[in-house]
């Protein structure tokens, strides 16, 4: 079974660019999150879809960052413009069921290294 | 929100012991944990529930005490591939029908021939 698949896996950009990062869950999986991780840090989530349902957004900086998740399969996360501190790991996970229950393994993929400039 | 854990680094020797514990000022529901190595996604270990039934990994063991709303990971006999960092999601409610799973800032086990 495949894994969660991102790409790129590297992208280097000067700031005030757009960027984007794209997202292939485990299939099948009916909840996909997106997280930030920073160096030193533990993953924190941007956003959770439930299907094709943004269900949980809280952390998105709106501003400037946007996503979707289009027929409730693959997914997009944008930013524009890019910041001098938005460089860090944009990591996708995947689980199963829905999230209501808490107890979902979530799946991640290797993650897209940003580096802004 | 964010749990705290320790210790934040550790290094042993091969087939030796460690702990790594987490704990919440939050009321917890459920406990991840996760391991990552350098450049890697985070793999799942195992999920702690209240009510104590565990779910995951076969060499490595977890508690969880709901009233402290600490969990520790117990790593056995530990052999090279256990290095990489550690990291615990805590599942508190945050508000309502929403419970937020937040991680905590890691430990980094490396473990020695």
């Known amino acids: 079974e495949a894994g969660v698949v991102q790409s790129p896996r590297y992208k280097i950009i000067e700031k005030k660019q757009p960027v984007a990062f794209w997202c292939n869950p485990i299939s099948g999986h009916n909840t996909l999150y997106w997280y930030l991780q920073n160096l030193g840090q533990g993953p924190e989530l941007l956003i959770r879809y439930e299907n094709e349902e943004a269900v949980d957004d809280s952390q998105l900086p709106k501003d400037r960052f946007s996503a979707e998740r289009l027929k409730g399969v693959d997914s997009t996360l944008k930013i524009q413009p890019a910041e001098l501190g938005d460089s860090a790991v944009y990591l996708c996970?995947?689980?199963?069921?829905?999230?209501?229950?808490?107890?979902?393994?979530?799946?991640f993929g290797p993650g897209t290294r940003l580096l802004v400039l | 929100q964010q749990p705290v854990q320790s210790p934040q680094a550790v290094i042993l020797r091969e087939g030796e012991d460690a702990v790594i514990n987490c704990s919440s000022s939050k009321a917890l529901y459920s406990v991840h944990w996760y391991r990552q190595k350098h450049g890697e996604a985070p793999v799942f270990l195992m999920i702690?529930?209240?009510?104590?039934e565990q779910k995951g990994h076969e060499k490595i063991s977890a508690s969880f005490n709901e009233k402290k709303q600490q969990s520790s990971l117990y790593l056995t006999a530990s052999q090279l591939s256990y290095s990489g960092t550690y990291f615990c999601?805590?599942?508190?409610?945050?508000?309502?029908?929403?419970?937020?799973?937040?991680f905590g800032k890691g430990t980094l086990l490396t473990v020695n021939p």
């Open positions: 999601g805590t599942v508190w409610n945050s508000g309502g029908s929403n419970y937020k799973l937040t």
């Open positions: 996970a995947s689980s199963l069921g829905l999230w209501g229950a808490h107890q979902e393994t979530q799946y």
């Open positions: 702690l529930l209240k009510g104590g």
